[in-house]
């Protein structure tokens, strides 16, 4: 037996998320025979501008030049 834990940062530009739903549906995602999975509510961190732009680019990678080619 194992156990697996997995961070998942979810990062919202509105407070349009219900963070119920998103508890449930990772909860029904994971209800398969032979898995148990428990889901934690969340912490909640407000986030500046500035910390974003450094969370975007360090968790996903995704620099202000890497914006500017795309667009």
Not at 16 to 27: G, L, Q, R, W
């Amino acid at each position: 037996m194992k156990k697996f834990s997995f961070p998942l940062d979810i990062v919202v530009h509105d407070d349009s998320v219900d963070i119920d739903e998103v508890v449930n549906a990772v909860s029904q995602c994971l209800s398969v025979e032979g898995i148990e999975a428990a889901v934690k509510e969340p912490t909640i961190k407000s986030l500046t501008e500035q910390g974003y732009k450094i969370w975007r680019s360090r968790v996903l990678g995704v620099s202000v030049e890497d914006l500017a080619e795309t667009a």
